[in-house]
């Protein structure tokens, strides 16, 4: 076992594992791939809305009240927009 893991069991025991304030690259490596991951869905299920006619903008490019969102998303589930 080295002598050295982060709480996720990484070996930290070399300077070169660890960042300038002491925290576990393969740690940062993984958070900054769910983010990636995250963004990426995030993205995906807009497009996916926005296809079926829910827009998360206005035509000035300010974000929509989610309770507006909520309203578009049952008119266009009671247009059909669902429907197998
Ligand atoms: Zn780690």
Redesign the pocket.
Known sequence: MPAQE?????D?STSAARDGQGH?R??ER?RQRRRRVSDGMKLAMAKAFESAGVRFEDDAGQPVAPADVVRQLVNVYEAGAFAP
């Open positions: 982060c709480p996720s069991g990484h930290t576990c393969e740690c993984d």
